[in-house]
């Protein structure tokens, strides 16, 4: 099993950044990791996903080239750097682990962070 801890969620301006962290419990480097968002009013979507290894990273088209997923296995940490952050981006940011397939978004990751929320202004 693994526990999650989100922070770095915030009030940021259009075209800002922001770097989320989830700190993992338990046997961290066992997981693949991803990021998942969920707006008011719509359904919880894939972000970003990383291969337990960090060799392999998934993005969803909206964030592909403006957000970066990666992992620290020595620190039980997986990032999330947003850049060019827009309006559309505010949700609340989900940590999940799982398998890679969980990763990559095709199905439900097995563990879930409690979520931090992002609100960019425009």
């Known amino acids: 099993q693994v526990q999650l801890v989100e922070s770095g969620g915030g009030l940021v301006q259009a075209g800002g950044s922001l770097t989320l962290s989830c700190a993992a419990s338990?046997?961290?480097?066992?997981?693949?990791m991803a990021w998942f968002r969920q707006a008011p009013g719509k359904e919880r979507e894939h972000v970003a996903g990383?291969?337990?290894?960090?060799?392999?990273?998934y993005y969803a088209a909206s964030v592909k080239g403006r957000f970066a997923i990666s992992r620290d296995n020595a620190k039980n940490t997986v990032y999330l750097q947003m850049n060019s952050l827009r309006p559309e981006d505010t949700a609340v940011y989900y940590c999940?682990?799982?398998?890679?397939?969980?990763?990559?978004?095709?199905?439900?990751?097995?563990?879930w962070g409690q979520g931090t929320q992002v609100t960019v202004s425009s």
């Open positions: 999940a682990a799982g398998a890679t397939t969980q990763a990559m978004g095709v199905r439900p990751p097995d563990y």
């Open positions: 990383i291969t337990r290894s960090g060799g392999t990273t």
């Open positions: 338990g046997t961290f480097s066992s997981y693949a």
